[in-house]
């Protein structure tokens, strides 16, 4: 189902045991809206076969979501997109996309233990999870999904290692870590993964220096 320059305000879907299939957004705009499950760490909430593109994006939520192979491109996100707990399988971000964090479920849930569980189990059966190799970000977080998941393009996206970040911060004073090599790194402390990505997003003003610290992590040989 294609829809072209839709509309689409405040609307909510909630609950597990639901796929949505097939849908194809072009040059919509969702403002306010949310999907999400908070009860199961089986992750039944399913988005699957989806495209989004040339849409606009406006203080929307996503939780507890399986998104099962689709392609978003080119999407205007007019404030920094938070993503809690969901998984991905199979899906493509292209063109220009704004500030984006896709983290763990929130501190704040109930059950957040077992979501986080469920999560690491999905991720055991997918091949891929996520393909950013020809995205172009304003600002990006990825932490709560498995970095060895993720295609990316090695010039700008790199990939490090819980084990390497540990053994190397026994050994280095952290004063002397740049300071997005140091936001990178310290996420293995809220990440259940042992692999992040680290993205220099093209779209940011700070890109040279976002670069610089992924050119100081290369040489300390944290980048895998």
């Not at 909430?45 to 998104?67: E, M, N, P």
């Not at 996420?187 to 040279?208: G, L, M, N």
Request: net charge negative.
């Amino acid at each position: 189902m294609m829809i072209r320059g839709g509309e689409f305000f405040d609307k909510k879907f909630f609950g597990s045991k639901v796929v949505y299939s097939g849908a194809d957004f072009y040059g919509s705009t969702f403002t306010r809206c949310d999907v999400g499950q908070f009860e199961d760490p089986e992750y039944s909430l399913v988005v699957r076969d989806f495209k989004i593109s040339r849409c606009k994006i406006v203080d929307c939520s996503l939780q507890g979501v399986y998104f099962d192979k689709g392609v978003v491109e080119d999407v205007s996100i007019s404030r920094g997109e938070v993503i809690y707990g969901c998984v991905f399988d199979q899906v493509k971000l292209k063109g220009r996309v704004g500030a984006l964090l896709v983290t763990v479920p929130h501190f704040s849930q109930k059950n957040r233990d077992s979501m986080i569980d469920g999560i690491i189990s999905r991720y055991e059966s997918i091949e891929w999870a996520l393909d950013i190799s020809e995205a172009q970000f304003v600002d990006v977080d990825l932490f709560g999904i498995p970095g060895d998941l993720i295609r990316h393009d090695g010039n700008t996206q790199v990939l490090i290692k819980r084990d390497l970040v540990e053994s190397f911060y026994l050994n280095q004073p952290k004063k002397d870590v740049p300071i997005f090599a140091d936001v990178w790194m310290s996420r293995f402390e809220v990440s259940p993964f042992d692999h992040i990505i680290c993205v220099a997003p093209r779209r940011s003003k700070r890109f040279s220096e976002y670069m610089r610290s992924i050119e100081w992590m290369h040489n300390k040989g944290l980048t895998v």
